[in-house]
C-alpha cells in the first residue's frame, strides 16, 4: 500500500480544504467514528457531509476528490445504469471513494438550497459552518442504529418466511442445483435468520443497542459458543456441508424464535417447526439414498 496520509493527517486535510472553498458553507461528520462505542482502526470511514452553494458545481466535475490523494477507486451510487442522476438538479450527491494509501471518504453532498428538507437522525459531529443554518444540528444520540422491535405481523412474517424458504434450500439441494439452494440459505433464509437473533439481542438490552450494519459488531453481543453457532449456520461450499448448515441454522433459528415470542408475548407454533423439518429431512433422506446407490 502506498505510503501516505494518517488518519489525523487526513481529518486535518478534509478540513482544511473544506474551509478555504468558499462554495462549502458547512460540513458534518456521520457514522462510526461519531460513535465512541464503535471500533476505530485504520479501516474506518470518513462519512464526510459537505453543504454547498451550488452543487452541481461538484457534481459535474468530481475532480475535486484528487484533493485528498491518489484515488484508487471511486463509486458514485447515485448515477447507476438504471437509474442516472439529474446533473440539472440539486439533489443529494454520494462520492465513495478509496485512496492508494488506506484512506476512505464517503462524501455526501448536499445543496444548502434544500437544507431544512435534508432531516437527519443518525449521530453527526458539525465541523464547520459559516451561515447559521438553524437546520443543521450535532446529533449525538445512536437511537437510529438501534434494533428495532418488531410487530407481532412482522414477527410472524419472519418465522414463516425462514421456513418456507428450507424447503427450497431442501429442493435445491435434492436437484444438485447448488446456487439456488446457496442463494436461498444464505441471502433468504440467513436474512432471517439474523433478523431473529438481532431481535433476540435487542431484548435482552431492552432494544437499546446496535449490532451495527450487516451485523459486524454481532460477537460483541455473543459468547463464543454462539458466535460458532452462528458461524456453523451458513454453508462452506459442498453439497454435504449446506445440509448440515441447513440443519444448523434452523435449529438455531427456532431456538431464538421461541425465545423472542416468549419475551415479546408472541405465538410459537412448535409444531409446525416440526412439520417442515421433518418434510425436508425426509427429502435429505431421499437424496442421500439415491446417491448411495449410485
Same mark, same amino acid.
Not at 62 to 68: A, E, K, L, Q
Not at 115 to 131: I, S
Given at each position: 500500500m502506498k505510503q501516505g496520509l494518517t488518519q489525523e493527517e487526513m481529518f486535518e486535510l478534509i478540513l482544511k480544504k473544506a474551509k478555504a472553498d468558499e462554495r462549502i458553507r458547512a460540513a458534518a461528520m456521520d457514522g462510526s467514528r461519531v460513535d465512541p462505542k464503535a471500533l476505530h482502526d485504520a479501516y =474506518?470511514?470518513?462519512?464526510?457531509?459537505?453543504?454547498?452553494?451550488?452543487?452541481?458545481?461538484?457534481?459535474?466535475?468530481?475532480?475535486?476528490?484528487?484533493?485528498?490523494?491518489?484515488?484508487?477507486?471511486?463509486?458514485?451510487?447515485?448515477?447507476?445504469f438504471d437509474q442516472p442522476y439529474d446533473y440539472e438538479g440539486k439533489e443529494p450527491f454520494h462520492c465513495l471513494v478509496q485512496y492508494a494509501d488506506g484512506n476512505r471518504i464517503d462524501f455526501t453532498l448536499c445543496d444548502?438550497?434544500?437544507?431544512?428538507?435534508?432531516?437527519?437522525?443518525?449521530?453527526?459531529?458539525?465541523?464547520?459552518?459559516?451561515?447559521?443554518?438553524d437546520w443543521l444540528k450535532p446529533v449525538e444520540t445512536q437511537e437510529a442504529f438501534w434494533i428495532r422491535r418488531p410487530g407481532k405481523k412482522e414477527y410472524l412474517d419472519c418465522v414463516n418466511e425462514f421456513r418456507w424458504l428450507s424447503l427450497y434450500v431442501a429442493k435445491g439441494l435434492c436437484r444438485d442445483q447448488y446456487n439456488y439452494a446457496r442463494f436461498h440459505l444464505?441471502?433468504?433464509?440467513?436474512?432471517?435468520?439474523?433478523?431473529? !437473533?438481532?431481535?433476540?439481542?435487542?431484548? @435482552?438490552?431492552?432494544?437499546?443497542?446496535?449490532?451495527?450494519?450487516?451485523?459486524?459488531?454481532?460477537? =460483541?453481543? !455473543?459468547?463464543?459458543?454462539?458466535?460458532?453457532?452462528?458461524?456453523? %449456520?451458513? %454453508? @462452506?461450499?459442498?453439497?454435504? =456441508?449446506?445440509?448440515?448448515?441447513? %440443519? %444448523?441454522?434452523?435449529?438455531y433459528f427456532e431456538e431464538l424464535t421461541e425465545t423472542v415470542a416468549e419475551g415479546l408475548g408472541y405465538p410459537y407454533d412448535r409444531e409446525e417447526a416440526e412439520r417442515v423439518k421433518g418434510f425436508w429431512q425426509k427429502r435429505q433422506e431421499n437424496a442421500e439414498r439415491r446417491e448411495c446407490e449410485k
Open positions: =474506518s470511514d470518513f462519512d464526510i457531509v459537505l453543504f454547498v452553494r451550488d452543487i452541481r458545481e461538484f457534481t459535474r466535475d468530481t475532480g475535486w476528490i484528487r484533493d485528498f490523494g491518489e484515488v484508487l477507486i471511486a463509486q458514485f451510487p447515485d448515477d447507476w444548502v438550497s434544500r437544507g431544512g428538507a435534508l432531516e437527519n437522525h443518525e449521530p453527526r459531529q458539525v465541523l464547520f459552518e459559516r451561515d447559521g443554518y444464505e441471502e433468504g433464509m440467513g436474512e432471517m435468520f439474523l433478523r431473529m !437473533l438481532n431481535w433476540k439481542i435487542g431484548l @435482552c438490552h431492552d432494544f437499546r443497542v446496535s449490532t451495527g450494519s450487516h451485523g459486524k459488531y454481532l460477537k =460483541s453481543f !455473543l459468547t463464543s459458543e454462539e458466535m460458532e453457532r452462528v458461524q456453523a %449456520a451458513f %454453508a @462452506c461450499g459442498d453439497t454435504a =456441508s449446506m445440509w448440515e448448515s441447513l %440443519a %444448523a441454522m434452523y435449529d
